[in-house]
């Protein structure tokens, strides 16, 4: 009874609140994580939901009066092909990338497993370019692509096969990229096949063998199977990294002097675009929310695909 | 002990920023000036020298940065007040902080200059005025020119430049190389195929020559602009034709595939460009053995040359005004200017100033420097979606330059050139700067 009149008493709760905060080291747990929570709010949380907010307004950087406009940014995104343009490379691109990146580092990772004892020499190889920042290794892929002087072309003038305009003709240049993104983010996917090719316990495998079942049909019945979870995680982190690609179309299809290069559209540089070359912020805005959406749809329809599979 | 030890690391912290944020008790005042031309530092670096000597209480921090990103930073700083006190604008994004109210008048001294008919032309008054209040200093220009080739002129038999847009085709096409296979291992004329902004703009030098005005003029409202291709509608499909016939077939005089632009030019892998200024040094120093020569753009209806200029001004933010205005008026002194024509190859506005003796050394500025009668010169019109318009419009243009079916296609050619009038419409009207 005394408890029940206690809880009916609300300054009587919140003392017996803090207490109990104050017995669990609450003020210790909040000094520790508060600034780490609050960066996170400030840096993340805050900047999407500003983002957001300034979608429905004509927001202009240098201008004084930025009015209300309600759903006039994304009325103007159902007729702009700029960004129809973009959003249709984007998925193309973001396809390619991740299958051809998927595809190689599954394969070269069993391949490294067969080579078990010399595997972490290829593995230092192939993670060189992940931690090769994205500017300067475009730059020297630009260099690679130069139509007259560059050494993809030297090498395929030398085997008889014309010169090509990588990063001129519009038919190529998405190829050239995807190019790049496969080499830039291959040995990551490596590590993480590897990671997950080691914790399939051996015992499966031998006893499969045992029974008479083919390299094939191991991959097929224990290896795919065991790496779902891997697999999945591979398929979300690059389908994340390879939509919001920028840098390397930024700095690939940067036209400067004498290094002419054709205006491939991604939505991450109509974005940029927008916002910072136009001062379009408001609309840049409503890309950016667009991109949002989309991005954490398909996410959603993988995860959903991957959970149907296990069912 | 741990609560005690984590309080003194958080005491120990907490003094530290405090003491690393506190200044030097015997600080300068500081002058800031932004700068998206670095080639024009020495300049600013001497005059900084000569000011700090005058004013031992103040210090001068300049910074430079490419022009695209002077102007991004320059954005997102003014509206917060974190700008800096001087800025040089580029006359195309001078409106953009006019109309918003971030640019100081001048002082009574440099007003009567920039007023001044014998001191600074007219036509750059006009872009730095507003009701008769001038907000910035005319400083330098970059004019379109034409660039040839002297040796792949002598080798094609050809005696001088073209001095018409007809003979300009012409000489391009007798200038071009092209290899067994039909490729082109030499332009003719380097064209601007890449880069829409840019595109544009060059699309416009010789639109201008044949229509007798620009691609985008001043509206009759003040602060909008009129599109004009529309109203030029066969000047501007020949302009188009002119291009398109001469990038495929056997009249082709120009390849993406090859370098392009200046770097193009001063690689012997063009034999003529259009460009600006700026270019002369360019070619000297990265095509030391080209044999080149400068001449005034090709006539059409009229005859002039584009010109982009850049303008100081002080920020209205400013705390430190006069010093800033002072540093203005040392920039403008004869020395400071031989300076800046000798290290950029930008050509001071100042006409009350002397630099026939940089033209006797360097006769190829001539074509850029003197003034003659009939030779216009003019500016595109202030327009505070600058960016995005010729970017978008470029876009269209660029796009219409890969399609071989527009060869010989008048018809087409009108789509494309009704598109461009189009997009631009479009944009100028959302900025609300499109003229009725």
Not at chain 1, 113 to 134: K, L
Not at chain 1, 170 to 182: D, G
Request: proline content about 5%; charged content about 20%.
């Amino acid at each position: 009874m005394p408890e029940a009149i206690h809880q009916k008493n609300p300054s009587n709760t919140l003392a017996i609140l803090y207490q109990k905060f104050k017995n669990n080291n609450g003020f210790w747990i909040l000094a520790a994580l508060g600034p780490v929570y609050f960066l996170f709010a400030a840096i993340r949380i805050y900047p999407i939901l500003e983002t957001i907010r300034i979608s429905f307004y004509r927001y202009h950087i240098t201008k004084k009066h930025n009015p209300f406009v309600g759903l006039r940014n994304y009325e103007r995104l159902l007729g702009d092909d700029a960004f129809h343009t973009a959003l249709i490379n984007t998925i193309q691109f973001t396809v390619l990338a991740v299958v051809a990146t998927l595809f190689l580092a599954f394969f070269i990772a069993i391949l490294l497993r067969s080579i078990e004892h010399v595997a972490p020499i290829f593995e230092i190889i192939f993670y060189i370019p992940v931690v090769t920042p994205w500017v300067p290794a475009s730059v020297i892929w630009k260099w690679l692509y130069d139509p007259m002087y560059g050494l993809i072309n030297y090498v395929l003038y030398f085997f008889g096969i014309p010169k090509q305009g990588w990063l001129q003709e519009p038919n190529l240049i998405i190829y050239a990229i995807v190019i790049v993104a496969v080499w830039k983010m291959l040995g990551y996917y490596i590590i993480v096949f590897s990671v997950g090719l080691k914790n399939i316990p051996t015992t499966y495998l031998e006893a499969a063998e045992v029974d008479g079942a083919t390299p094939l049909e191991r991959l097929r019945f224990i290896i795919l199977p065991m790496l779902k979870p891997i697999i999945l995680f591979a398929v979300v982190m690059s389908t994340i990294q390879f939509f919001n690609i920028f840098a390397p179309v930024y700095v690939l299809t940067a036209s400067a002097q004498g290094a002419p290069a054709y205006d491939l559209k991604v939505v991450v540089t109509e974005i940029y675009r927008n916002g910072f070359q136009y001062y379009r912020m408001g609309y840049a805005g409503a890309q950016s929310v667009v991109l949002l959406v989309f991005v954490m749809m398909m996410i959603t329809l993988q995860f959903m695909a991957f959970r149907k599979g296990n069912e | 002990m741990l609560k005690k030890l984590v309080c003194r690391v958080l005491v120990f912290l907490f003094m530290l920023v405090i003491t690393l944020s506190a200044g030097p008790a015997d600080a300068k005042e500081k002058l800031s000036i932004w700068l998206g031309y670095g080639e024009t530092l020495p300049v600013f670096e001497m005059v900084k020298g000569q000011f700090e000597k005058k004013y031992p209480d103040f210090e001068v921090e300049i910074l430079t940065f490419s022009l695209r990103d002077f102007e991004a930073k320059l954005a997102s700083s003014m509206p917060t007040g974190a700008g800096p006190d001087l800025m040089a604008l580029h006359d195309f994004i001078f409106p953009r902080y006019y109309d918003n109210g971030y640019l100081e008048p001048l002082p009574e001294d440099l007003a009567a200059i920039v007023k001044d008919p014998q001191k600074i032309n007219p036509v750059y008054n006009a872009v730095v005025s507003r009701e008769g209040t001038a907000h910035g200093v005319p400083y330098w220009t970059g004019r379109s020119t034409l660039f040839y080739n002297r040796d792949h002129f002598k080798e094609a038999g050809l005696t001088q430049p073209p001095k018409t847009i007809e003979e300009l085709w012409q000489y391009a096409e007798k200038l071009v190389k092209k290899n067994a296979n039909g490729d082109i291992e030499r332009a003719g004329l380097t064209m601007r195929l890449t880069g829409p902004s840019g595109g544009i703009q060059k699309f416009g030098y010789l639109y201008y020559q044949m229509a007798g005005e620009q691609i985008f003029e001043i509206g009759k409202t003040p602060g909008t602009i009129r599109v004009t291709l529309k109203d030029n509608m066969d000047v501007a499909v020949k302009a188009l034709l002119d291009r398109i016939n001469h990038l495929h077939g056997d009249r082709k005089v120009d390849d993406w595939k090859l370098k392009h632009d200046a770097q193009g030019f001063s690689s012997g892998v063009a034999s003529m460009l259009l460009r600006e200024t700026w270019a002369i040094a360019f070619i000297k120093k990265n095509g030391p053995n080209i044999n080149f020569g400068t001449a005034r753009m090709p006539k059409g209806k009229v005859r002039g040359a584009f010109n982009y200029i850049q303008i100081l001004s002080v920020s209205n933010q400013s705390k430190v005004k006069d010093q800033t205005w002072e540093f203005i008026r040392m920039l403008q002194e004869q020395e400071a200017l031989n300076l800046l024509l000798k290290e950029s190859g930008y050509s001071p506005l100042r006409e009350d100033r002397d630099f026939t003796w940089f033209l006797k050394d360097n006769p190829r500025y001539e074509a850029v420097m003197q003034d003659i009668p009939g030779y216009n010169q003019y500016l595109e019109a202030p327009n505070t979606a600058y960016e995005e318009t010729t970017t978008r419009v470029g876009e269209v243009l660029q796009a219409a330059y890969r399609d071989a079916s527009l060869v010989d296609n008048p018809a087409g050619c009108k789509e494309v050139i009704l598109k461009m009038q189009k997009v631009a419409e479009g944009i100028l009207a959302d900025n609300d700067s499109l003229s009725k």
